[in-house]
């Protein structure tokens, strides 16, 4: 069964559910540096992490739509900014109660577009040198090639289904959209829209994977998409697939962070 099956699996740290199209972790990266990306959120349930996130201002996280499950009851979901080790009591953690969930609409079956949420937390991020805002800034065409770095705790891997504790980055290659599209790829299986990109290694060694979704996608320093799904997790010409933040997202996080204008 691949992630693109409509078919639903129980992940037990996390306690929910959660379609397997779109688990995500980090292959071939490394650990970075404690706190060098203070913008990273945690996105918890019952207080195990289970998909990444981005302040994009103190009160609101940029994540994944399919990081909120079909069913929330019983569920106790969080957000934790600050974090490196997700064991450790780290003094520079802060945990928010998360207030709202706030989907782009309902994800397109035959292409997962629109794979994109806003998190209000239940009060405003203290920021400070490990908790900072990280804005999108993303055009609508990434040019192939370029090299871009992908930001999570998501297992190491795609083998063991473990959460890697400490924070991990990987460094992937944008793949042509027409490329990604064609036979020897995803076969238009799904469809990778305009609002959408792929990136990856040549050999699959380089990909993101379980429990990343929802994490950024930042290419010479811009944030420029956040990671959706895929097929499966290090496979060759199976690439990462990853929401792209055009124009259309932007508006779209801009309206809905300005309250509505009274006269």
């Known amino acids: 069964m691949t992630r693109y099956s409509l078919s639903l699996f129980f992940l037990v740290a996390g306690a929910h559910l959660i379609p397997e199209y779109f688990s995500m972790e ?26 990444g996130g981005v302040l994009i201002q103190p009160q609101w996280v940029l994540t994944a739509a399919h990081c909120h499950p079909r069913s929330v009851k019983g569920q106790f979901p969080t957000v934790v900014l600050g974090a490196h080790s997700l064991s450790k009591n780290e003094p520079s953690k802060q945990t928010f ?3 709202k969930f706030i989907p782009f609409s309902s994800l397109r079956s035959n292409s997962k577009s629109n794979d994109i949420m806003l998190v209000k937390l239940h009060g405003a991020a203290n920021l400070n040198k490990h908790v900072q805002l990280l804005h999108p800034r993303s055009k609508s065409y990434i040019r192939s090639g370029t090299k871009c770095q992908v930001t999570g705790w998501g297992a190491t891997d795609s083998k063991v289904f473990s959460m890697s504790d400490t924070l991990q980055e990987v460094t992937v290659t944008i793949i042509d959209r027409k490329v990604c599209n064609s036979q020897s790829y995803y076969n238009h299986n799904p469809i990778i829209t305009k ?3 792929c990136a990856g290694g040549t050999r699959g060694d380089k990909d993101s994977c379980q429990g990343d979704s929802g994490g950024p996608l930042v290419c010479k320093g811009i944030f420029h998409a ?34 509505p204008r009274t006269y």
Request: aromatic residues 8%; hydrophobic residues 30%.
């Open 226 to 259: 956040i990671v959706s799904g895929g097929h499966k997790c290090g496979i060759a010409n199976k690439p990462g697939i990853y929401t792209l933040l055009n124009k259309k997202y932007q508006v779209w996080i801009k309206n809905n962070l300005e309250p």
């Open 195 to 197: 609002d959408m990109i």
């Open 97 to 99: 109660e998360i207030k």
């Open 26 to 51: 980090i292959i071939g990266g490394q650990e970075v540096p404690p706190h060098s990306r203070p913008f990273m959120a945690s996105i918890q349930y019952n207080g195990h992490h289970t998909c």
